[in-house]
T-cell receptor, first 111, second 118 residues
């Protein structure tokens, strides 16, 4: 059974710093891995999706990597801004089409 | 990206009543939609997978008679919480599978519906 873990659970960093959020999964036979952002009381906004054949995806200040062999994905945020404060969730989509979410990392960017 | 709209965004109801939540894909057709439940500061728990034109597939522990799902068209899925009780109070979120035009298997989410049962 796939398990997705996100570390750390919470993170506070000063504005302007680069940071890395981690996501690990136990079953490497995934179809894709997707990163989301969730603001309090809101739905999820898709940030990046990495197909199993890809190693990374970039969008603006965000870069997500995927290493299936080690069961890891990272979300890199460059030059963090207060507006980046949110909960970031990763989710793996497995070959049986099950989508498993991590518990998220609550990110707080200090002005 | 694709847009998924959820309505209502919040609802308060009395115990014993039924509440319907709608999930619409606005600019694409979704043969598959997913319904999730989220407790405060917790991750999303998949409740059921909704397939257009067929019965929904419920996850273990989710009462199908309690949470009625209907996916009558390629752009609309509904979740009805029947005979709601205070323990059903939660944040319900839907997502739709976008398989056309670009990235296969990308999920897009609605804004969520907060249900409070008095």
């Amino acid at each position: 059974k796939q398990e997705v873990t996100q570390i750390p659970a919470a993170l506070s960093v000063p504005e302007g710093e680069n940071l890395v959020l981690n996501c690990s999964f136990t079953d490497s036979a995934i179809y894709n891995l997707q990163w989301f952002r969730q603001d309090p009381g809101k739905g999820l906004t898709s940030l990046l999706l990495i197909q199993s054949s890809q190693r990374e995806q970039t969008s603006g200040r965000l870069n997500a990597s995927l290493d299936k062999s080690s069961g890891r994905s990272t979300l890199y945020i460059a030059a963090s801004q207060p507006g980046d404060s949110a909960t970031y969730l990763c989710a793996s989509r497995n070959r049986d089409d099950k989508i498993i979410f991590g518990k998220g990392t609550r990110l707080h960017i200090l002005p | 990206g694709a847009v998924v709209s959820q309505h209502p965004s919040w609802v308060i109801c009395k115990s014993g009543t039924s509440v319907k939540i709608e999930c619409r894909s606005l600019d694409f057709q979704a043969t598959t939609m997913f319904w999730y439940r989220q407790f405060p500061k917790q991750s999303l728990m998949l409740m059921a997978t909704s397939n257009e034109g067929s019965k929904a597939t419920y996850e273990q522990g989710v009462e199908k008679d309690k949470f009625l799902i209907n996916h009558a068209s390629l752009t609309l899925s509904t979740l009805t919480v029947t005979s709601a009780h205070p323990e059903d109070s939660s944040f319900y979120i839907c997502s739709a599978d976008w398989t056309g035009g670009g990235i296969a298997g990308e999920l897009f989410f609605g804004e969520g519906s907060r249900l409070t049962v008095l």
